[in-house]
């Protein structure tokens, strides 16, 4: 997970204000859930901002940077719209932050992998789907007009630079959590990794392999052009799984030239 800069307006599709205007003054207008949640289902219009999402992040997924070569991205709301679970159980009396249904910013570009419902090899169910617990369910925020700073997410957010600082890349390709065990953070980092899947569907070793070929080279070929060349795209922001090749890349430092380049991508 790398942090996510998202561009601000003016920077928004042309059309998009005109539709966002439209949208949320329809959604304010209905008296129940029901109403609002068929015209929502009907109206999923964030669709328009799929591809201004997956040029912020080199077409990655917000959440593991993976690039979806065979299946499309999902426009994730991170702050579900139409319902909520925690730990796979509906949150009874919350209708989901409808209310956020058409803003921007609480939208992430995802994998399908990490948005979508799935179950592993050991029927273990990982995707982001509703789920969206917090730390103290006292100050779920309720209504439009409730505070949203008040929550504590448990959810690490890719456009919350500190949340992806408490991700660590092992050079076994697992993604692991970075703060001590016990710790809230911690908690944060572990249900996120398991949650999304992080290290489900053989992901660790699809990073390993080209890992392994990068590895010989920088220790057998040295400080030559072509490596360079490689591992300055393997920095770079806009490749797949960064964060783990910046870090395993990392474990070279001790040469001068590795450690030049590696600061120079940062």
Known sequence: MRFILIPLPPH???RWPKIYTGRVTKVGSFATHDLRSNYIKK?????LLKK???NASGHKCWYCEAKSIRSPFDVDHFRPKLGITVDGIKLVGHNGYYWLAYEWWNFRLSCQ??????????????????????????HRCQLPIGSL??????????????DCG?????IDGEVKPAA??????????????????????NTPETKKIPWRL???????????????????????????????YRSAIGTHRDKAWVDKIWLETL
């Open 43 to 47: 109206n999923g219009s964030w669709g």
């Open 113 to 138: 992998r990490c948005n979508r419902p799935e179950k592993d090899d050991g029927d273990t169910l990982h995707g982001k789907a509703n789920e969206f617990p917090i730390q103290d369910e006292a």
């Open 214 to 244: 990068l590895d010989d080279l920088i220790r057998l070929a040295g400080n030559q052009p072509a490596v360079i060349t490689h591992l300055q795209e393997h920095l770079s922001n806009d490749h797949e799984y960064s964060s783990f």
């Open 52 to 54: 201004w999402l997956a």
């Open 12 to 14: 928004l599709p042309v």
């Open 166 to 170: 408490l991700l660590a890349h092992g």
């Open 149 to 162: 700073t008040s929550e504590a997410p448990r959810l690490l957010d890719p456009c919350v630079q500190a």
């Open 180 to 201: 001590p065990v016990g710790t809230w953070e911690y908690q944060r980092a572990s249900y996120t990794i398991d949650r999304l899947g992080f290290n489900e569907w």
